[in-house]
């Protein structure tokens, strides 16, 4: 199950539409966690955008939903372009809208890519065979420790190299935590905590998508490592 819409638009190709949104977070005075809002709106396109990587969607434009006043469109939009030239995509439009007829005593955004696919691409699960092989990309992160700790952010650039990679299969993972992404993945294989071992906490909130899950052939390990280098972490399924 993926986080994404698809919607049927030829025989050709799908549209493809992922969203993530915060409140609470910003520069307000009531906001529960105080971090700019370049910062707010680089990790909701990060979350959205990830979900179509993952897929092999093609990002088409960025809609932008600010619900903290004018003065801050322009700082979530660099925000954006920030996530876009990581990505190589400052070509992409940027729209959306503000809510400036009431101010609102805490930040609130959401920022959605749409995208297209073609209308043959599976998205959906895949089966678990011997030959799998798993890895967390990043680590779990969540509210100022996404901030503090941003080192450990599994990239945005390197994402979107290894989805492109032949027999590879790459899941954002979200406040649900790696397990409960691991076991969106295989079609006919639920794991349990105890099925598994990671050095990484795999119940703990990766919050803004600050690690993914990958699913690879072990021909492909050793280049997968060399491009992950500081961010790879195995998972090993017991026997």
Request: with cysteine; aromatic share 6%; glycine share 6%.
């Amino acid at each position: 199950m993926r986080d994404v819409l698809v919607i049927p638009y030829n025989k050709e190709e799908s549209l493809v539409i992922a969203s993530d949104n915060s409140g609470g977070i910003g520069l307000k005075h009531e906001d529960l966690i105080k971090v700019s809002y370049e910062d707010v709106a680089y990790y909701a396109l990060r979350v959205s955008m990830m979900e179509c990587i993952a897929i092999g969607a093609t990002p088409l434009a960025i809609i932008l939903q600010n619900f903290s006043g004018d003065q801050v469109w322009q700082s979530l939009v660099t925000g954006i372009e920030k996530g876009l030239l990581e990505l190589g995509l400052t070509d992409l439009s940027i729209t959306g809208s503000t809510e400036s007829n009431f101010e609102l005593k805490q930040s609130a955004t959401a920022v959605s890519v749409m995208g297209k696919i073609h209308a043959s691409k599976d998205i959906h699960t895949i089966e678990f065979t011997e030959e799998n092989q798993i890895a967390v990309i990043g680590r779990p992160l969540v509210g100022e420790a996404v901030i503090h700790d941003a080192l450990h952010i599994a990239p945005l650039a390197l994402c979107s190299k290894l989805a492109n990679m032949e027999k590879v299969t790459v899941m954002p993972v979200g406040s649900k935590g790696i397990l409960a992404e691991l076991n969106q993945l295989f079609e006919d294989r639920v794991f349990a905590l105890t099925d598994i071992t990671c050095e990484l906490d795999l119940l703990a909130s990766s919050g803004p998508a600050t690690c993914f899950i990958i699913s690879y052939t072990l021909a492909n390990e050793q280049k997968i490592k060399e491009m992950a280098t500081g961010y790879f972490y195995p998972v090993k399924v017991k026997e």
